[in-house]
């Protein structure tokens, strides 16, 4: 299974959206709070290709975006596909 990252911050509910639906596949991910942390956001910002915005996902090396973006993944059957490869 691909591993998972996601940036986040404490008070997003995009970042609660897009952890419940990992959970619900049952997928690990590492969870990088850039609540205070300018370093690390600006780290995600330029790992994402300067999306600013959380949360940030990656799956393996793959930047999907944020939490529309893993949605829709998941609506098409991607999603399945990139975290069991």
């Known amino acids: 299974m691909s591993k998972v990252t996601i940036y986040t911050t404490i008070f997003c509910p995009y ?11 049952g ?6 709070d850039v ?12 790992k994402a290709g300067g999306r600013s915005t959380v949360p940030q996902i990656w799956i393996g090396e793959t930047h999907v ?13 991607q999603l399945d596909r990139m975290l069991a490869a």
């Open 65 to 77: 975006g944020g939490c529309d973006d893993l949605y829709a993944l998941d609506r098409t059957g």
């Open 35 to 46: 609540t205070a942390n300018s370093a690390l956001r600006e780290e995600m910002t330029v």
């Open 27 to 32: 997928v690990a991910f590492d969870e990088i």
């Open 15 to 25: 970042c609660v959206m897009a952890k419940q639906l990992l959970k619900r596949k």
